[in-house]
């Protein structure tokens, strides 16, 4: 049996986190979702930076729509919106066999906006209505002005991605606003049962940042394991905020779990295995998002099993030991999110650079 497949087994859905019209004009999409079970789709400013920058495939579209539009992001946006709205269509038949609970695309607010929380809501529902898919999400980072934001959207009945989550504390928040949004929906008199969300947890940076202080206090037992410690426990949060009274009075209602999106699980340190942080977090209702190498690499040697919810104590234990040795997680998960808004505006900043360029010829020919 495929190995992607026994994934799905475990109740976890594997989607890919990539996003370019080679993959769908080749056919390989499709392949992925007809053979090996992919289930959605994520995207960021630096999948779109690669896209555009490192082929000729959006040059026509960014001269037509040079003759049209001044504004460089305005002109992004389109080109960005055409690619999810053709791959939402072609993850539509998984969004309707799972009735709404797979088969999503994510587009990204743009990182400029991070800090941002008016003009966040403002370009998610802009998205929202531009894309016109149910089966679109719309990405918003787990700011402190990011999560107001993620309120309100959520209340006005738009599918959301939490992006950039690092820390247990802000996930916690995070199912706040989510929960808060749901609650306010209900109070306008608007049903939620249509209502998709996911908060997507960035790993493997939290080893990559963590691991030299390890190594500095010579604590090397743990090297590569703080992600995945860190992970569990954010599952056992989820495991209790989505089991409770509170969301169970939600839930009469039509609404659905925030399911947690494990991200960045692609193994950074070639001393681990590039399967690590998939084989590592399986488990019921979660989604994993692979770049296709990692996907290539577990269909060849992965092994699946339901692991999220074992070693929970050893998880405890990992975190107890960080503090004891003088190591603040919550600090370096904040530094995690300041660098991560830093890395994608750098990312969407190359890429405006990249299609001003490209406009700059098609005025000249023209």
């Keep these: 049996m495929n190995r992607l497949l026994e994934i799905q087994n475990h109740g976890q859905s594997i989607w890919l986190d990539l996003l370019d019209r080679k993959i769908m004009d080749t056919g390989e999409l499709q392949r992925l979702i007809d053979e090996d079970g992919l289930r959605g789709l994520t995207s960021n400013p630096a999948i779109f930076e690669k896209a555009i920058s490192k082929s000729t495939d959006y040059d026509n579209d960014i001269d037509h729509l040079a003759k049209q539009e001044d504004n460089i992001e305005a002109i992004f946006f389109d080109l960005a919106i055409k690619d999810i709205q053709r791959a939402a269509d072609l993850f539509k038949p998984v969004y309707d066999k799972t009735k709404g609970e797979d088969g999503f695309v994510s587009l990204e607010v743009s990182p400029f906006l991070a800090r941002d929380t008016e003009g966040t809501i403002k370009q998610a529902r802009e998205l929202w209505e531009k894309v016109d898919r149910k089966n679109v999400m719309i990405k918003i980072p787990s700011t402190k002005e990011g999560l107001p934001a993620i309120r309100k959207c959520i209340s006005e009945g738009i599918n959301i991605n939490i992006t950039l989550l690092f820390g247990l504390p802000r996930y916690k928040e995070v199912t706040e606003a989510y929960l808060g949004g749901l609650e306010d929906r209900l109070m306008a008199n608007k049903p939620i049962g249509n209502i998709a969300s996911v908060a997507s947890f960035f790993l493997s940076r939290i080893d990559v940042m963590i691991d030299p202080i390890l190594t500095e206090k010579g604590i090397n037992d743990l090297k590569g394991e703080v992600a995945i410690?860190?992970?569990?426990?954010?599952?056992?949060?989820?495991?209790?905020?989505?089991?409770?009274?509170?969301?169970?009075?939600?839930?009469?209602?039509?609404?659905?779990?925030?399911?947690?999106?494990?991200?960045?699980?692609?193994?950074?340190?070639?001393?681990?295995?590039?399967?690590?942080?998939?084989?590592?977090?399986?488990?019921?209702?979660?989604?994993?998002?692979?770049?296709?190498?990692?996907?290539?690499?577990?269909?060849?040697?992965?092994?699946?099993?339901?692991?999220?919810?074992?070693?929970?104590?050893?998880?405890?234990?990992?975190?107890k030991r960080l503090r004891e040795s003088g190591i603040d997680l919550d600090q370096i998960t904040q530094k995690l999110e300041d660098e991560g808004i830093k890395k994608f505006n750098a990312a969407f900043d190359a890429l405006l650079k990249v299609i001003d360029t490209q406009r700059k010829k098609s005025n000249a020919k023209a």
């Design 229 to 319: 410690a860190s992970a569990k426990k954010a599952y056992s949060i989820y495991q209790e905020v989505f089991t409770n009274d509170s969301f169970k009075a939600l839930e009469v209602k039509g609404a659905r779990p925030q399911r947690v999106l494990w991200a960045s699980t692609s193994a950074k340190d070639p001393a681990f295995s590039d399967v690590k942080y998939v084989e590592a977090l399986i488990g019921q209702k979660t989604i994993n998002t692979l770049p296709v190498d990692t996907i290539d690499a577990f269909r060849d040697h992965g092994q699946a099993a339901n692991t999220l919810t074992k070693n929970l104590d050893h998880a405890t234990q990992i975190l």
